[in-house]
């Protein structure tokens, strides 16, 4: 079921698959132990970074940082071109929340090694 769950969205896997294990837990009446919990409380601050890092700066700050209505300059699709260190540091963010998930649970994007019972 996890592994599964974890392919619903490729924003939040991580949030999905955590959740179905811990329903897991739930179903099997188990508890974790508490490194495990631990573990998961720091992939899903991962996820947390890394999914707040791709919805400001690759899918909300274009639209929240220039206006519904503004119509973009020549040359330029996004108001923080004019700020390049920005750019950079939410790529930084979000590769670092990625990096720890992936360090974690194996894999970036759609995770499995978190399992039900610890």
Partial sequence: MPSITARICGICPV?????????CDGIMAVRIPAAASKL???LHCAQFVQSHALSFFHLS?????????TTPRS???WPLEEHPDALRDGIALRKFGQQV??????ERIHPSWTVPGG
Avoid: F, M, N, Q
Wanted: hydrophobic share 45%; aromatic share 6%; with cysteine.
């Fill in 75 to 77: 040359g330029t699709w």
């Fill in 15 to 23: 949030s999905h698959l955590l959740a179905s294990v811990k329903a």
């Fill in 61 to 69: 700050a274009p639209i929240s940082c220039s206006g519904w209505t």
């Fill in 101 to 106: 998930i992936e360090r974690l649970a194996k």
């Fill in 40 to 42: 998961r409380e720091l």
